[in-house]
C-alpha cells in the first residue's frame, strides 16, 4: 500500500513539489510500513506561501462576510459528502480506528467550517454615541496572515479548528502539519478550492520545527496558532513575542477526573475509558488522573478491567477494531518509558503495561492503581493509553491535588449531587470543565486551557475575537477646540 499525495505541498491554489527539501517518510503506524513521502518545505517554498497568502489576502478580507461564508459551508458540504474516504486517509496517517476516524475527525472538521461558515456574515462592529452629539464606532477587521502549527493526533480537525476561524474573519492561513501525518491537511486545502476559496488562502506546507519556527519568525506573519506540547509552546510564543503576534496556544495536560463514591458505576467507568483509551489515549484534554474515592475504588476497578476486556485491538481499517497502535514509534517507546517509571515507582499495574507482539506500534491498554501524587506517570503527560488510579477521601482535599499542577487544559466530576458537581467545579483550574461527562468538543463551545495547558480559546464564537482585530473610529461632528 502506498498513498502517495499528488505533492507535497499546497500553495496558491495548486499541489507544489520542491524535491530539494529533506524527505519525510509517512509510516502507516498498524504495520510500521512506510506508505508515502513528502519533502520538507525549502525557503522557496515558503516564500511562495507567504507571497501568495499576503497577496490573496487583501481582496478576501474585502469580500462581504456571507460570501466568505459561503465557501466555507461549501467545503463542509463535500468533507460530509467524501466521510469515509478522508477518513481512511486520516486512519493510514494516524492509526486511528476507522470506526474513530468516521465520526470524530472529518466530520469535527466540517463541523468548524459550517459553524464558522455561519458566524462570518455576523461578525460586525459597534456604535458608540458619545456627548455632544459626537460618536464612534469599532470595525473588526482581519489580522492578515495566520501560522497554523498542528499535532499529529487530529490533523483533519486541527488543520479546520484553526483554518475555519482565521478565513471566517477575512485572514490567510499557512498550515503546517505534523510531520507525523502530513497528508490530510492536503486535502483539507484542495476541497477549500474546490468549494470557491480563491487561491493563496489556505497553503499547506509540509517541515519539522525547522519549518514551523521559519513561519513563527517570519515579519510578514501576523498570528501563530500552535496545537502542540508545552517545550514546543514555550518556543514558539517567545519567537512570536519577539514580532508582537497574536498568539492561541492549545498545549498539554494531565487532567483531573474525579469520582464521588455516589455516582453511576457504569457511567463513570465508560468516562474514565472515554478519557483514556479513545484514540488510543493520544488526546490532549484526557482526565489521565482518575481519582475515585476510596468507598468505590475496588467496584469501579474491577467494572473496568471488565469492561477493558471488550476493548477490540487490531487492524484500524476494519470497522470492528476500537483501539490502534501509537501514532509512531517514537511515541510508543515514550509511552513504554513512563510504564516502566510506574512499575519503577511502585504503582500496582493492573492491567495492561506491554507492548503487543507483531507488527505495528499497539501497546495494552494500562491501568495503574494506588498511585500517588508525585509519581512520575501522575505528574507527566504521557500521551498513551496508561490510566493512572489515585485514591481520594474527601472533597476539600481531592480539590487541592487536582490543582497541584502546572497544567489546566480540563477537568471532570462524575457525582449524583448536582450541587456538588457545580462546587467542585467552580474551583478548578482548568480551562474545559465536564460534568458527568468526559471529552465532548462541540464546535459551539470555547476549547482551551488554563495554567501552561495554553492561551486563547478555539472553536465557539471566543474564537472570533482571537482570529481579528477591533479598530476604532472617533467621529467629531461639531467644530474642533485647541488650547491654542
Ligand atoms: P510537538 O510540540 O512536538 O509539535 C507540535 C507541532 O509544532 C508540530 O507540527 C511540530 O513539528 C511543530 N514544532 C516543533 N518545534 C517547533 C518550533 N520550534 N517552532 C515551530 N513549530 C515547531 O507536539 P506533538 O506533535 O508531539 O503533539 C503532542 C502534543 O500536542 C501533546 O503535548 C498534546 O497534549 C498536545 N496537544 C494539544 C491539544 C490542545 O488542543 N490543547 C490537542 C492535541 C495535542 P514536527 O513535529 O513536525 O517536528
Not at 78 to 102: C, F, H, M
Amino acid at each position: 500500500m502506498f498513498i502517495q499525495p499528488i505533492a507535497s505541498h499546497f500553495i496558491d491554489g495548486a499541489y507544489v513539489e520542491d524535491d530539494n527539501g529533506t524527505p519525510i517518510e509517512v509510516i502507516y503506524p498498524a504495520t510500521g510500513t512506510i506508505i508515502g513521502r513528502v519533502y520538507s518545505a525549502t525557503p522557496a517554498i515558503i516564500e511562495r506561501a507567504v507571497e501568495s497568502a499576503k497577496r490573496a489576502q487583501i481582496g478576501w478580507a474585502k469580500l462581504s462576510g456571507t460570501e466568505r461564508g459561503r465557501v466555507l459551508r461549501r467545503a463542509a458540504d463535500i468533507i460530509r459528502e467524501r466521510n469515509y474516504d478522508l477518513s481512511v486517509l486520516e486512519t493510514y496517517d494516524t492509526g486511528k480506528p476507522l470506526s474513530e476516524t468516521l465520526c470524530a475527525d472529518a466530520t469535527s472538521a466540517a463541523d468548524a467550517l459550517e459553524y464558522f461558515g455561519g458566524l462570518a456574515g455576523s461578525l460586525t462592529g459597534e456604535y458608540i454615541p458619545l456627548a455632544d452629539g459626537n460618536w464612534a464606532y469599532t470595525r473588526r477587521e482581519a489580522l492578515g496572515l495566520c501560522v497554523g502549527i498542528g499535532a499529529w493526533n487530529y490533523p483533519m480537525q486541527i488543520a479546520c479548528w484553526k483554518g475555519a476561524p482565521a478565513l471566517a474573519c477575512g485572514n490567510a492561513m499557512i498550515f503546517k502539519p505534523s510531520e507525523t501525518t502530513p497528508m490530510c491537511a492536503l486535502k483539507v486545502a484542495e476541497i477549500l478550492v474546490e468549494a470557491g476559496l480563491p487561491p493563496g488562502l489556505y497553503n499547506v506546507v509540509q517541515g519539522a520545527g525547522d519549518v514551523g519556527a521559519a513561519l513563527v519568525s517570519d515579519p510578514r506573519v501576523d498570528k501563530v496558532s500552535l496545537t502542540g506540547s508545552v517545550p514546543t509552546g514555550r518556543k514558539v510564543y517567545a519567537s512570536a513575542a519577539a514580532g508582537m503576534k497574536h498568539v492561541t496556544m492549545e498545549l498539554g495536560g494531565k487532567s483531573p477526573l474525579i469520582i464521588f463514591d455516589d455516582a453511576d458505576l457504569d457511567n463513570c467507568v465508560s468516562g474514565a475509558i472515554l478519557a483514556n483509551f479513545y484514540s488510543t489515549g493520544q488526546i490532549c484534554s484526557n482526565g489521565t488522573r482518575v481519582f475515585v474515592q476510596s468507598g468505590i475504588k475496588d467496584a469501579f476497578l474491577k467494572r473496568l478491567c471488565e469492561r477493558l476486556d471488550l476493548a477490540v485491538i487490531g487492524d484500524p481499517q476494519d470497522e470492528a477494531t476500537n483501539f490502534g497502535p501509537m501514532a509512531s514509534e517514537r511515541q510508543l517507546e515514550l509511552v513504554l518509558g513512563f510504564i516502566k517509571k510506574g512499575k519503577e515507582e511502585g504503582a500496582r499495574l493492573v492491567t495492561g503495561g506491554n507492548r503487543i507482539s507483531g507488527e505495528g506500534y499497539y501497546i495494552q491498554p494500562t491501568v495503574f492503581a494506588d498511585v500517588s501524587d508525585n509519581m512520575t506517570i501522575a505528574r507527566e503527560e504521557i500521551f498513551g493509553p496508561v490510566m493512572s488510579v489515585l485514591d481520594f477521601e474527601d472533597e476539600a482535599e481531592v480539590i487541592i491535588r487536582a490543582n497541584a499542577t502546572e497544567f489546566g487544559l480540563a477537568a471532570g466530576i462524575f457525582t449524583a449531587d448536582i450541587s456538588r458537581a457545580h462546587r467542585v467545579i467552580d474551583e478548578l483550574q482548568s480551562g474545559t470543565c465536564f460534568i458527568n461527562s468526559y471529552n465532548d468538543a462541540p464546535v459551539e463551545v470555547p476549547f482551551g486551557g488554563v495554567k501552561m495547558s495554553g492561551v486563547g480559546r478555539e472553536n465557539s464564537k471566543e474564537a472570533i475575537s482571537h482570529y481579528s482585530q477591533l479598530k476604532s473610529v472617533f467621529v467629531r461632528m461639531n467644530d474642533m477646540e485647541s488650547p491654542f
